[in-house]
């Protein structure tokens, strides 16, 4: 959550909705607190957290407490050796880290709210330290947003507030040790700032979906944005409007994905993307959530699709999400 509490709930607990609709309680949190994060993961994945300040920290998923769905869960200080005043940013589900072949061929890239991009091999943070290790040099006044595992040769996108994104090939980045501060991946404009990055692995068939704080958003193919020079300015990725409201969220999806929509009211909500058509990159979408006066979309997050019967009660529908996970046991990859 926003505030900082990790739980891990059985998927089956959630269920679908049609595009449109209010969204079910996902969480209970404080009144200030909100859901940030939801992720999909099985037992013996080992969870990577990477925090604001540039640090990184390791956790078994079974050692992750477990919580209902109502439940707010445990402060995430009192899970991992975190220090007191950073925030874990981003978390990347690794299969295994003894595996040798698969930690020297799969690269990790962080992102910061600068503009700020740095790939490492995944090899680097192989080896689990209880109380974390640096994985990247945090500037002044900037702060991790963003990292994700890849296989090397990922398209990556970059987009900021103000509604413009970035596409280059990764190869396009050398990898770097876990000492160093990266290179520039997006030119922005100082009141602007990234709010996401997405890594596209080739043949993957994944389309670029952007949300916007108002609940307007839109699928477009990735061959719409043209590749340019790491660094540059990037193209226009949503009309923003004052109808729209700033990007918020930028996420690599399929027909296969659902949509984790959390407001920051704490309502949640789970609409399949295969409801949102394809439209082009200079338009402003359409309406994906209903919003509540003064309410505005916190996060976004793509999970595998839950199944046909997902609309019956959570407690009979525990096989279609067992299958989704089994599937696809490490979605944000």
């Known amino acids: 959550s926003h505030m900082g509490y990790i739980k891990r709930t059985p998927l089956a607990e959630y269920r679908t909705q049609n595009r449109g609709g209010v969204g079910a309680k996902g969480s209970a949190t404080r009144d200030e607190d909100f859901i940030e994060h939801i992720y999909v993961a099985s037992m013996h994945n080992t969870m990577l957290f990477f925090t604001e300040k540039g640090r990184c920290y390791w956790l078994k998923v079974y050692e992750i407490p477990e919580g209902a769905r109502s439940s707010k869960g445990r402060a995430i200080q009192n899970v991992i050796q975190i220090e007191p005043e950073d925030k874990v940013r981003a978390y990347i589900n690794v299969k295994r880290l003894d595996d040798a072949d698969y930690v020297n ?40 947003i963003e990292a994700k595992l890849t296989s090397g040769n990922a398209e990556v996108l970059i987009a900021a507030r103000e509604g413009k994104a970035i596409r280059f090939n990764e190869n396009t980045v050398r990898p770097i040790g876990r000492v160093g501060a990266g290179v520039r991946g997006i030119s922005i404009d100082e009141d602007d700032e990234v709010v996401g990055m997405i890594c596209i692995e080739p043949d993957s068939k994944q389309d670029v979906l952007v949300l916007s704080e108002n609940g307007y958003g839109k699928r477009t193919d990735l061959d719409e944005y043209r590749i340019t020079n790491r660094g540059g300015k990037g193209v226009k990725t949503i009309n923003i409007t004052e109808k729209t409201g700033k990007l918020i969220s930028i996420q690599a999806v399929t027909d296969e994905n659902d949509l984790m929509i959390i407001n920051r009211s704490g309502l949640t909500i789970r609409t399949a993307v295969s409801q949102i058509r394809l439209a082009g990159r200079a338009t402003q979408g359409v309406r994906i959530i209903n919003l509540r006066e003064g309410d505005a979309i916190a996060s976004v997050m793509a999970v595998p699709a839950a199944g046909e019967d997902a609309d019956v009660d959570p407690a009979g529908d525990s096989q279609t999400a067992a299958e989704a996970v089994q599937a696809n046991p490490s979605a944000e990859e």
């Open 105 to 144: 061929n799969n690269y990790i890239i962080m992102c910061t709210k600068d503009g700020t991009i740095k790939k490492t091999k995944l090899e680097a943070y192989s080896r689990p330290r209880q109380n974390g290790v640096n994985a990247i040099v945090i500037r002044e006044g900037d702060q991790l």
